[in-house]
């Protein structure tokens, strides 16, 4: 293959003169615009950068390049520059391709074959082309950076030396200058929060926050009642949220999930009673799961879930509604709803040493009232107690309450599965089961001396939820579980089986007589504080069939149940059914709508 000749004889500068001094060079490319290195090609021709005179218009005779076609598997062109040797400045052709028989510059129009690619840029003076001695490069005018073709130097744009604008309206802008390496932003004075709860602060453990993250992103300290605080779980330098309007602590790196001690503090659970009042007469008496009430006189409150049908606090659905008969208080008689906390979950707080921590309990109440209400916190022995007092300002208006309460030092204090640690709401205590509110006494209190007496008068009211305590000194928001998770941690407590028809399947057993069944009934859905006490709706309410798919009479004598943590078997009496045989399978069902099977093993 042939060299291709290069050829031009019209070549002008910038002024459209014939070039009087100059040059022309043909770099060798791939497809990509990168350079190739020389390189030996087939009849002796050399892939290789080269250049040539020009002088007045004519490029020197003889000038020969490869041919694109040689370069087959290099997808070969060239960058063509021509450079006027007397100003330095330059013209540049991308991506040209040199057919077989060259290119005469005279006719040459290379955007004819390269309609996508930039073909002249204009390059700036280097010390590779000297300006003439005597002449001046110029730069572009202030805010002019568009390219242009020139005969003197210049860059394209120009640093800025104003001062960026502050607090002015969102806008693109019309500068063409560029900002400088050292370029310093001014604070947004308009926008920059000095004071107030802010959504996010540093905290210590604990206390006010001593930092908090201004408007500017800079921090800043609060002042005044624009402090805000964090919750004792919280680790020293952690980050919190906070709401912007009450300054409550949303969430932050050291609030841990279930810090909740209460079970079903929002009382949505109710499997006993299944969202029904009761009118309790013995003391004891559990209403929704996990709460207990205790009396000295009988039948003087009606108690259930959403009683009286009202709007709980917005986020919540349930409550737990009282409504008091009246009664006359002696100085031993005691009304109050509680909790009993396990002790193997409020090991970690120490009570009973010198570490002990302190709690907050919070949570939403209303009454028909006004006044000081009392409550207290208690040991499972009864000989430790801190009765507390809580304000309702306006009646029948749900109130938000938050007790902080130091920990005890002092006493046993259960961390093994029985009681350790007890909740009470005094709803009419005497003297001889109240105390001075604040304090820690070695005596068995319900509520705080000279509270609110709800059971006084008939008609009264007194209603509460979203009940949690929990360690530390403020009151985080309340922690909502999924109901799931909130019916197991009950049902370690409590369960019932309830009945679903009148043909409810309840287990296999094993036939002893033909009238009499036994062993497992049904396996627990967890595992429970302690082998549960079992009961029954009744045993009418139960059949069998046998082995051949026949049912027989309802049983009539009460089963032998024997349980464990983990299942409740029978062991026999479960008598006066028929039509079973003797070492069969059996199995049992309610006959009935209205039967159940519970197991308590409640503190």
């Given at each position: 293959?042939a060299?291709?000749?290069?050829?031009?004889?019209?070549?002008?500068?910038?002024?459209?003169?014939?070039?009087?001094?100059?040059?022309i060079?043909?770099?060798?490319?791939?497809g990509?615009g990168?350079?190739?290195?020389?390189l030996?090609a087939?009849?002796?021709?050399?892939?290789?950068?080269?250049?040539?005179a020009?002088?007045?218009?004519?490029i020197?005779?003889?000038?020969?390049v490869?041919?694109?076609?040689?370069?087959?598997p290099?997808?070969?062109?060239?960058?063509?520059?021509?450079?006027?040797?007397?100003?330095?400045?330059?013209?540049?052709?991308v991506g040209?391709?040199?057919?077989?028989?060259?290119?005469?510059f005279?006719?040459?129009?290379?955007?004819?074959q390269?309609p996508?690619?930039?073909?002249?840029?204009?390059?700036?003076v280097t010390?590779?082309?000297?300006?003439?001695s005597?002449t001046?490069?110029?730069?572009n005018?202030?805010?002019?950076?568009?390219?242009?073709?020139?005969?003197d130097?210049?860059?394209?744009a120009?640093a800025a030396?104003?001062?960026?604008?502050?607090?002015?309206?969102?806008?693109?802008?019309?500068?063409?200058?560029?900002?400088?390496?050292?370029h310093?932003?001014?604070?947004i004075?308009?926008s920059?929060?000095?004071?107030g709860?802010?959504?996010?602060?540093?905290?210590?453990?604990?206390?006010?926050?001593?930092?908090?993250?201004?408007g500017?992103?800079?921090?800043?300290?609060?002042?005044?009642?624009?402090?805000?605080t964090?919750?004792?779980s919280?680790?020293?330098?952690?980050y919190?949220?906070?709401?912007?309007?009450t300054?409550?602590?949303?969430?932050?790196?050291?609030?841990?999930?279930?810090?909740?001690?209460?079970i079903?503090?929002?009382?949505?659970i109710?499997?006993?009673?299944?969202?029904?009042?009761?009118?309790?007469?013995?003391?004891?008496?559990?209403?929704?799961?996990?709460?207990?009430y205790?009396?000295?006189?009988?039948?003087?409150?009606?108690?259930?879930?959403?009683?009286?049908?009202?709007?709980?606090?917005?986020?919540?659905?349930?409550?737990?509604g009282f409504?008091?008969?009246?009664?006359?208080?002696?100085?031993?008689?005691?009304?109050s709803?509680?909790?009993?906390?396990?002790g193997?979950?409020?090991a970690?707080l120490a009570?009973?040493?010198?570490?002990?921590?302190?709690?907050?309990?919070?949570?939403?109440?209303?009454?028909?009232l006004?006044?000081?209400?009392?409550?207290s916190?208690?040991?499972?022995?009864?000989?430790?107690?801190?009765?507390?007092?809580?304000t309702?300002?306006?009646?029948?208006?749900?109130t938000?309450?938050?007790?902080?309460?130091?920990?005890?030092?002092?006493g046993?204090?259960?961390?093994?599965?029985?009681?350790?640690l007890?909740?009470?709401?005094?709803?009419g205590v005497?003297s001889?089961?109240?105390g001075t509110?604040?304090s820690?006494?070695?005596?068995?209190?319900?509520?705080?001396?000279?509270?609110?007496?709800?059971?006084a008068?008939?008609?009264?009211?007194?209603?509460v939820t979203?009940?949690?305590?929990e360690?530390?000194?403020?009151?985080?928001?309340?922690?909502?579980r999924?109901?799931?998770?909130?019916?197991?941690?009950?049902?370690?407590?409590?369960?019932r089986?309830?009945?679903?028809g009148?043909?409810?399947?309840?287990?296999?057993?094993?036939?002893?007589s033909?009238s009499?069944?036994?062993?497992?009934?049904?396996?627990?859905?967890?595992?429970?504080?302690?082998?549960p006490?079992v009961?029954i709706?009744?045993p009418t309410?139960v059949?069998?069939y046998?082995?051949?798919?026949?049912?027989?009479?309802a049983?009539?004598?009460?089963a032998?149940?024997?349980?464990?943590?983990?299942?409740?078997?029978?062991?026999?009496?479960f008598?006066?059914?028929?039509?079973?045989?003797?070492?069969?399978?059996?199995?049992?069902?309610?006959?009935?709508?209205?039967?159940?099977?519970?197991?308590?093993?409640e503190?």
């Amino acid at each position: 293959m042939a060299w291709a000749s290069i050829t031009g004889t019209k070549i002008q500068d910038a002024s459209g003169n014939l070039l009087a001094h100059g040059e022309i060079s043909f770099q060798p490319t791939d497809g990509k615009g990168n350079p190739i290195p020389a390189l030996a090609a087939s009849g002796g021709l050399m892939i290789e950068a080269s250049s040539a005179a020009i002088t007045t218009g004519v490029i020197a005779s003889g000038y020969q390049v490869s041919p694109s076609g040689e370069s087959a598997p290099l997808n070969l062109n060239y960058t063509v520059t021509i450079t006027d040797c007397t100003t330095g400045a330059s013209v540049v052709l991308v991506g040209v391709t040199v057919p077989d028989g060259g290119i005469n510059f005279d006719t040459f129009d290379p955007s004819l074959q390269l309609p996508t690619i930039p073909q002249v840029l204009v390059t700036p003076v280097t010390s590779s082309t000297p300006l003439p001695s005597g002449t001046t490069a110029t730069t572009n005018g202030v805010d002019d950076n568009t390219a242009k073709v020139a005969t003197d130097a210049f860059v394209l744009a120009q640093a800025a030396s104003a001062n960026p604008l502050v607090d002015g309206s969102v806008s693109v802008g019309t500068s063409t200058r560029f900002a400088r390496a050292d370029h310093v932003h001014p604070i947004i004075s308009a926008s920059a929060l000095t004071t107030g709860n802010l959504p996010i602060a540093q905290i210590p453990t604990g206390g006010s926050s001593s930092t908090y993250l201004r408007g500017d992103g800079n921090w800043g300290t609060p002042t005044g009642a624009g402090n805000v605080t964090g919750p004792s779980s919280s680790v020293a330098g952690d980050y919190a949220i906070f709401s912007s309007t009450t300054g409550e602590v949303i969430a932050d790196g050291g609030q841990p999930t279930m810090r909740n001690r209460i079970i079903n503090g929002d009382m949505r659970i109710d499997q006993r009673n299944s969202g029904g009042s009761v009118t309790p007469t013995t003391t004891g008496t559990y209403l929704v799961d996990r709460w207990v009430y205790q009396l000295s006189q009988a039948s003087k409150f009606t108690i259930g879930q959403n009683y009286d049908a009202l709007t709980p606090p917005v986020g919540f659905t349930n409550y737990l509604g009282f409504s008091a008969a009246g009664a006359t208080v002696g100085s031993g008689d005691y009304f109050s709803v509680g909790q009993f906390i396990e002790g193997l979950n409020v090991a970690d707080l120490a009570w009973g040493t010198a570490n002990a921590q302190s709690i907050t309990l919070s949570f939403w109440t209303r009454s028909s009232l006004t006044g000081t209400f009392g409550g207290s916190i208690r040991n499972g022995a009864a000989n430790r107690s801190y009765p507390f007092t809580y304000t309702i300002g306006t009646a029948d208006t749900w109130t938000k309450i938050s007790v902080t309460i130091a920990g005890d030092t002092t006493g046993t204090w259960a961390t093994d599965n029985t009681s350790g640690l007890e909740v009470f709401f005094g709803l009419g205590v005497g003297s001889n089961l109240s105390g001075t509110a604040g304090s820690w006494a070695a005596a068995n209190c319900l509520s705080a001396t000279g509270a609110v007496s709800v059971v006084a008068s008939s008609g009264n009211r007194w209603y509460v939820t979203a009940v949690q305590l929990e360690a530390g000194t403020v009151a985080t928001p309340f922690e909502r579980r999924l109901y799931g998770l909130e019916l197991a941690l009950a049902q370690r407590y409590y369960y019932r089986r309830v009945s679903t028809g009148t043909a409810d399947y309840i287990g296999m057993l094993q036939a002893q007589s033909s009238s009499s069944p036994f062993g497992t009934v049904f396996d627990l859905p967890v595992e429970m504080r302690t082998s549960p006490t079992v009961n029954i709706s009744s045993p009418t309410h139960v059949s069998a069939y046998n082995a051949t798919g026949t049912s027989g009479a309802a049983f009539t004598g009460a089963a032998s149940w024997q349980a464990s943590t983990r299942s409740l078997a029978i062991g026999g009496g479960f008598t006066g059914g028929s039509g079973l045989v003797a070492g069969n399978a059996s199995v049992i069902y309610f006959n009935s709508a209205s039967g159940w099977i519970d197991a308590s093993a409640e503190l």
